[in-house]
Every structure is written in C-alpha cells, then in structure tokens.
C-alpha cells in the first residue's frame, strides 16, 4: 500500500474519469488528481467529458488554499492514448476539435498558475502518446516508472501536439528537443527523459509481466498484481518529490558553452538529415505500389487470411523506413518553436494562454488538411496499402 494518508475524497467526476483525494505527506497536506478513462478497450483516451472533469478538479484546487502540492496521475496501465483518433475521420468537426484543444490549454494556464502556491509533479506510466503525453507535463516537475515510453505522435497523423506539448518541452527542455520530438513522433524511454530534463525521477519499479509468457485468460489477474506492487511504488517517490525541501533539479541535455552549442547544433543537423529522408515521397511511393498490387491480387484470390498478414508485413515494413512524416505539420511544428525559442521562460510564462492557443489553433488548422484524412485513415484503415500513408 502507498504510505500516503488519505484524508478525504475532495471531488469525483459524475461519470468516473477524474478523482481528487487530499492525502498527508511528510507534514503537509496536498492532493492527488488521478485521470482514467472507465471504458479501458479506449486506453485512457482523454475525451470531452474527461477533460470536463478535469477542469471541476482543477477548481477545487484553486479553491483550497491548504493544499501544498498536487500530483497529476493516470492509471497504472500499458497504454494511455491522446484524444479519440477515430473523432479525427473523414470530415471531422474541425470547431468541436478546436474547442476540445482550446480547453486543453486553458487547463495547463490554469495549473501553471498553481505553481506559485504548490509543488505540481506529472506521473507518468507506460506507453503514452500524444495527448496522455501532454497533460501530465502540465505540472512544473514529474517523475515515472523504469517502463515509461513517450511519443508525440501527431506529427505521423498530419497534425501537431494542441494542448501544449510543444510549448512545454520547449520550456522543460529546450527549442531542439521540442523540434525533434514534435518533428519526429520518436519515442523516448524513461532514462532519456531524465538527461533531457522531462522528468527528476525514474523509479526502479518491478519488472512486468511478460505477455508472451502469460496466458490470455490469465494476463489480466498478472498485471493487476504487477501494478498492485508496482503504482503504490512509484506514487510513494512522487510524494517524496512534491513534499520534500529541496527544489527538484532539472537535468539538461546540454553543457554550457561551446560544447553545448556544438551538441545543439549536432541535434539540428541529424534532424534535418532525418526529416528529408522521412519526408520523401520516393522513400514511400515504392513501397506503398508494391503492397497495393499484391493485395489487389489478394483481393482477386479472395484471400483474407493473406491480406491480413500482408497488412502486417506492410506495417513493419514502414517501420523499418522509419514512418513517413507530414510535411505541413513538420514545417508548422518549426515555425511554433522558432517563433517562441526566443523569448525566456518567464515572458513565456506570462503570455501563456495566448500563446498555448496559438499552438491548438495550428493544431486545429490541420484537422482540414488532406495530410491528416491520411495519416489517421493509416492507422484506422484495415487495408495493407493504408499503411504506407504518401504525403504528396
């Protein structure tokens, strides 16, 4: 059990995705805001009426004024995504996502503002893209488990991070790293983003069950008792963190001086390298002919089994590419952070929200382009040739 105290239940959204509990920790008193989504098959996807929830907790966090810190924590689960990829279909509601990203943001300006009055730590757990990324970096600091994978995936969807994703690596660790990550859609493990500056914390938690040694019938009783060790584990050291006297200390990528200004541009230099190979489409076009007229002829031979493992094959295959990059989100993305990069951290932080918006506003500009329609039909779409989006 977490040796935590729990004090009281201070809010608990109506439909179950937001809870608020004061706990006492070291002497002081805070709370810990925990977000899930109740239907899991969604993997804690962050929908409206989540994100409803979460601003009725934030206000019950401004409200009390004997609250010294606030965790921000997710479930204890493998996967967390962003907001609901299949709202992003065909002809999406481009004014609805606009006012879903627009919230988003007016939330992070609001626990900013915390951050003068209380220590806000982000937890993060397991394989997390995009918009579960994004909220926990809400708080100033954060911590995660030896497990922990994060990607900002948009850019492979024809869009950019919308509630400020981009903005908040760039405060926490630098113009370049907000490039590279929001440019990409790579992935960082755990002990990245320690050296990049992300998280203070990784937690050596237990080692996790091995899927392919566990059984289907008995993988979900396996992994409640994993997590039953592992998450009061990892919220034990983000209590220690948020109450201890200390500031935390944020590691940063970079030395000072020359040598740092050499690393930096080093970063710039391979990006760019890796951009122009990611965003050719010769690279791509190839592949994608070659997996569509093998399964016309699948089609023709009504075979679906091989369809199916052709779909697979074609999948790894872009992998092994490296996935194909969406030429206008990669340029919307260098633009936000070259525009930004130069102005301090506190002249950041005192235009905030107006800058946040501005960030949601690109991202809901994308929502009408032809580049997001096939970068989402690319994950959602069961045909082999799907998988291998061209972004003319």
């Not at 320690?194 to 009783?221: C, F, H, M, N």
Request: hydrophobic share 40%; with cysteine.
């Amino acid at each position: 059990m977490s040796a935590e105290r729990s004090v009281e239940q201070l809010y608990r959204g109506e439909q179950g995705y937001v809870s608020l509990d004061a706990v006492e920790h070291n002497g002081q008193r805070g709370a810990i805001l925990r977000y899930a989504n109740p239907n899991r098959a969604r993997l804690h996807a962050v929908d409206t009426q989540g994100m409803l929830e979460m601003e009725e907790a934030v206000s019950v966090l401004e409200q009390d004024q004997s609250l010294q810190f606030c965790l921000l924590s997710g479930s204890y689960d493998l996967v967390h995504a962003g907001a609901d990829i299949t709202e992003f279909r065909g002809e999406c509601d481009v004014d609805a996502i606009h006012r879903h990203l627009s919230r988003g943001t007016s939330l992070d300006t609001r626990i900013k503002a915390l951050w003068s009055r209380m220590r806000t730590v982000g937890v993060l757990t397991g394989d997390r893209y995009g918009g579960s990324v994004e909220w926990p970096l809400f708080a100033q600091w954060a911590i995660c488990d030896k497990d922990t994978l994060i990607q900002l995936s948009e850019v492979l969807l024809g869009i950019i991070p919308g509630w400020n994703g981009i903005l908040n690596i760039m405060l926490k660790c630098g113009p370049e790293r907000a490039k590279w990550m929001g440019q990409t859609g790579n992935t960082l493990k755990a002990e990245q983003m320690l050296e990049y500056g992300i998280v203070q914390q990784v937690v050596d938690t237990p080692d996790q069950p091995d899927r392919k040694a566990v059984s289907g019938d008995d993988w979900e009783a396996a992994w409640q008792a994993h997590a039953a060790k592992a998450e009061p584990l990892l919220i034990n050291a983000a209590l220690d963190l948020a109450t201890q006297s200390a500031e935390p200390v944020r590691n940063s990528e970079f030395a000072e001086g020359d040598s740092g200004a050499a690393a930096r541009q080093a970063l710039l230099d391979s990006l760019s390298a890796e951009i122009a190979e990611r965003t050719s489409v010769e690279r791509y076009r190839e592949l994608h002919d070659k997996v569509a007229k093998e399964a016309a002829a699948l089609r023709k031979a009504e075979d679906l089994d091989g369809l199916k493992a052709l779909s697979k094959s074609a999948l790894k295959d872009v992998v092994s590419l490296g996935k194909p990059l969406a030429p206008l989100a990669v340029k919307a993305v260098g633009r936000f952070v070259d525009t930004w990069s130069r102005r301090s951290q506190a002249e950041i932080l005192a235009d905030y929200e107006e800058i946040g918006q501005m960030e949601a506003e690109l991202c809901a500009s994308l929502m009408e382009t032809e580049h997001r329609r096939l970068g989402v039909h690319a994950v959602l779409s069961r045909n082999p040739e799907d998988k291998v989006p061209v972004f003319d």
